[in-house]
């Protein structure tokens, strides 16, 4: 089996050692000078000193990086809407001139907006939106983005997206977790309550996708305007008790998601823009993880997720970007997250944690995240010297190369 010797870095950070839960010290950052990583069949085989694995492992292939350079995991995306149609800048633009966000989707805009659009574009125009998406993403270091499916809202238009979905992954390096999202919002051409079109969904959308297998997970977005806890709650435990895992969208404008995503065993809650004292402790106390969105804050101007008090607790924070058409435009989940840890006060540690293995386990990943023998060789690396500048350019510290399963 060939194997390859890929450095020297200015810094390695492995990301081993930290804690699962909580806070994490700056201090507890492993920093490898001049490292590098050795590679077989996509997957790490060592991690050490560059010096030291040239002696250990004479045969190597080399591939050696040129100049200032510090190698971290892959970044991990653990929410986004990537697959859509269309645009919200007239959104955007009126609530900036006072509309809110739930007064727009009222006034014909929000995701019922997005929906027409995406149903009115095929499945390959679908399939090449995602893909170009895909690009961005992995310019900017992510190797590893959950899609949610959510903008066609019957089965017909579901299925479309999640074959787009599989398609852009097919057709990709970056590794792709689809997620079903029908239940995002009761499609106005339903015509009849919350509660049926989740039966819907389970009668004539779940089977299918069990069947085809086109996904191994479920969302739902909690809320007076999409679907109330109490509603969701069934739905969700139906889901489970089919074997599939859970996320939820909960907490964003009112609490209650939270609560039903610990009640049904979800792998993750995210937004938690609301969360008080109450749904910290009860978080603290679950095997859920909080996912903070700190580009739906930045889209929306609303508050930012707790992530300090959640970190203080000893959540398991993640960080993920949320694009999506509405609330999350941008896309920039390094510069979101350097933002988020500005106003939330979080260590650079805390930081990376919460973008490659915190967020992995959100995913319910435990192979890629960090750099260690038998991860996924999901390598990142960025023109500098110091891992600090990554934070500190907030976004604009663009990687120079990314390595995905090692190429
Ligand atoms: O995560 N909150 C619900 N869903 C998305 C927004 C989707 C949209 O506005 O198109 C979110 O913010
Ligand atoms: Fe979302």
């Not at 909690?222 to 109330?228: D, R």
């Not at 350097?338 to 805390?350: G, M, N, R, S, Y």
Request: one cysteine or more.
């Amino acid at each position: 089996m060939s194997t390859t010797l890929i450095g020297p870095f200015r810094q390695l950070l492995p990301l081993t050692g930290l804690p699962e839960r909580g806070a994490i010290a700056d201090e507890q950052l492993l920093v490898i000078p001049e490292g590098g990583v050795l590679v077989a069949a996509g997957k790490i085989v060592a991690v050490g000193k560059w010096q030291d694995l040239r002696q250990q492992y004479p045969t190597a292939v080399l591939e050696e990086v040129a100049g200032d350079q510090v190698l971290l995991p892959g970044l991990v995306d653990a929410h986004t809407h990537i697959c859509f149609a269309g645009s919200r800048a007239q959104d955007f633009a009126a609530r900036n001139a006072g509309k809110s966000y739930l007064e727009m989707a009222q006034a014909g805009g929000g995701i019922w907006s997005t929906v027409q659009h995406t149903r009115a574009t095929s499945q390959d125009a679908l399939t090449a939106l995602t893909r170009a998406r895909l690009d961005r993403l992995l310019a900017n270091g992510v190797t590893t983005v959950e899609i949610k499916s959510g903008y066609g809202l019957n089965v017909v238009e579901e299925l479309k997206l999640l074959h787009a979905i599989e398609a852009a992954a097919d057709q990709h390096q970056v590794a792709v977790v689809p997620t079903c999202l029908a239940a995002h919002l009761v499609p106005k051409d339903f015509g009849g309550p919350p509660e049926a079109y989740l039966q819907y969904l389970l009668d004539e959308l779940v089977p299918v996708i069990e069947q085809e297998g086109y996904c191994r997970r479920f969302d739902i977005f909690i809320e007076q305007s999409a679907f109330p806890a109490a509603v969701a709650r069934p739905y969700l435990l139906a889901l489970k008790e089919r074997g599939f895992a859970l996320t939820v969208h909960g907490d964003q404008f009112t609490t209650g998601g939270s609560q039903v995503a610990i009640d049904c065993g979800a792998l993750s809650v995210d937004h938690l823009e609301v969360s008080g004292e109450r749904e910290i402790a009860q978080l603290a106390n679950s095997q859920v993880i909080p996912v903070a969105l700190p580009g739906a804050t930045i889209g929306l101007g609303c508050a930012f997720a707790p992530a300090r008090r959640l970190l203080n607790a000893g959540c398991a924070l993640a960080i993920a970007s949320d694009w999506n058409p509405g609330s999350a435009p941008q896309g920039n989940l390094l510069l979101q997250a350097a933002v988020l840890a500005t106003f939330e006060k979080l260590t650079t540690a805390e930081v990376f944690a919460g973008i490659t293995q915190r967020a992995a386990r959100a995913l319910g990943l435990t192979d890629r995240g960090m750099l260690a023998t038998g991860c996924r060789a999901d390598l990142v690396a960025f023109p500098t010297n110091d891992y600090r500048e990554i934070l500190y350019q907030q976004g604009s510290l663009v990687p120079s190369r990314v390595w995905c399963e090692g190429g």
